[in-house]
Structures are given as C-alpha cells and as structure tokens.
C-alpha cells in the first residue's frame, strides 16, 4: 500500500512536470483543462491511498504487537485475517477525528469572517491571533485525547464513537505524558525522515531535480523511507494503549496469566483485551509504580 501510495505521488510529479514543461502558446484550454482534472485527480487518489495505508498500518501493527504481547508470532496472513474485519471500524473513528477537527475550527473561521466583514480590524486581527492560538491548543488536546481510539477498535472491539469514548478515558490525566513522547516520536521520525532521504535527494540533484529520471528516483527514496519511518508512530500509539491500560487497569496481570495458555480461540483472545467495569482493575494487586 505505501508502495502503491508513492507510486501515484510519483505520477503525479510526473504529470506535473510535463505541464510546466508544455509552451503555453501551443497549449489548447480544452488540453489545460484535461491536464488539470488529471492532476486533481492523482491528488485526489495520493491522498485517500496514504489515509487507507495509515489504517491497514494501525489494523495490523495493532494486531501483531497485540499477539506479540502474549508471545506470538503472526505471519502477513494471519495478521491480515485478523485485523480485515476491523480496519473498516479504524475508517470510521479516522474520519471522526477529522471532523471534529473540522469542527473545532469552525467557530473561529466563521468569527473572523464576521468581523473581516464587519470591518472590525482591531477585533479581526486580536480574535485571527488569539483564536487560532485557542483553537490550536485545543486540536492538540483533542489529538493527544484521541490518539489511543484505533487501538480501541481493533483490540477492544468498539465501535467509532465508543472508542473516542474510551480513548478520552484513557488518556485522561496523562496527556502531558503522552504528548511528550508523541511529539518526540514525531521529531524522531522527521529527522530520520530526513537522514534517510539525503542520498536520494543527493542522486536527483544529480540527475535533475525535475528530469524524469529524478523523479522516479525521489519517487524510489519515497517508498524506502516510508517503509521504515511511518510504522514507527502507529507502532508507539499501540504501545501506548497498553501501557495506559496497564497503569490504570492491571492489563500487565491478565496478560501475564493469559499468556501461559497458547491455545486461545478468538473468543478468549477478545475476551483479554475486553475493558473492565467503570472503576474496576482488570485483575486484583496493586497498580504499577512504573
């Protein structure tokens, strides 16, 4: 998918750079046109074939850390049978964080433009720098807050709006923590991003920035470094699920305990990862220190 996922950036570039390369003198408006459905349609296709490789990467990552937990091995396969049946759900919870998102925006998009509109300059431009800086500190709470649903839906099986649910529970009183280390992660993640692409942007400088056999070579590094750096953040959200479910409701003693039986049907592993009654640990002793 993140092969697939790069290959139409790829193409996209591509037909972005014959455009550009075209004379406007022999260029017809029916051609312009046509160049200009195809871009928006490649962009289009690029986008919602990242957002599906996110969510096959959370579904299986969820899934074979989940098994991996116990101390089982999952193959491709068996991975991809397991978490099929849920990445519809990890859909839906995504495109619910994103309306929220939306949401949250909305009042201060529609505040400004009153005021634009009203000519209002001193509250326009007050309201522009304090009510993004609000709405922003807001989005990233709600981000942190949030950021545990997927997990939610493939191990708990919930459904989209019980996992944000579950997800704000969760991460409730830990959101600095968490938020340090997504954001450390992310960092992490940027740079090694960027170390890994040097000697590819190196070969296209080479080559030409916008020669084709550039592009193809940028399209190339794309897929390699993708394919090391994204599972790193999904993986670190999986993670984090179960260390808060740990510190909150002793899941570290019923894994211990379920991880001696190595003849679990589906039932019994669902059964493992199924939330505890409001206020009750999943199994007796004391909460971890760590």
């Known amino acids: 998918m993140l092969a697939i996922t790069n290959v139409v950036s790829t193409a996209f ?5 014959h455009d550009v390369s075209t004379p406007t003198a022999v260029t017809t408006p029916g051609q312009v046109g046509s160049d200009v459905a195809t871009i928006l349609w490649l962009l289009g296709l690029a986008v919602v074939l990242s957002l599906l490789a996110n969510i096959v990467l959370a579904g299986l990552l969820t899934v074979v850390i989940g098994r991996g937990v116990l101390g089982q091995e999952l193959t491709m396969g068996q991975a991809w049978n ?13 495109l619910l964080i994103w309306v929220i998102f939306l ?13 634009i509109v009203a000519k209002v300059n001193g509250l326009a431009v007050a309201w522009g720098i304090l009510g993004f800086l609000g709405t922003l500190v807001a989005q990233i709470v709600a981000w942190v807050r949030f950021s545990l649903a997927a997990p939610v839906v493939v191990l708990e099986r919930l459904g989209p709006v019980n996992a944000l649910r579950r997800s704000w529970r969760l991460a ?28 590819f942007d190196i070969g296209r400088h080479f080559l030409g920035q916008t020669s084709v056999a550039g592009i193809i070579l940028a399209g190339v590094g794309g897929i390699i470094v993708g394919a090391i750096t994204r599972p790193v953040l999904a993986g670190v959200t999986v993670l984090l699920y179960l260390d808060m479910r740990m510190r909150k409701e002793g899941l570290d003693l019923v894994l211990r305990d379920a991880s001696q039986n190595q003849a679990m049907t589906g039932d019994e592993f669902a059964a493992i990862w199924r939330a505890p009654a409001p206020g009750q640990r999943a199994a007796a002793g004391p909460p971890p220190s760590w």
């Open 172 to 199: 409730a009183g830990s959101f600095w923590r968490l938020f340090g280390i997504f954001l450390l992660t992310v960092i992490i993640v940027f740079v090694a991003a960027l170390v890994l692409q040097i000697p």
């Open 82 to 94: 397991l978490a099929r049946s849920r990445l519809a759900a990890v859909l839906g919870v995504t």
């Open 13 to 17: 570039s591509l037909v972005a750079r």
């Open 103 to 115: 949401l949250l925006w909305a009042p201060y998009a529609v505040i400004l433009t009153v005021l």
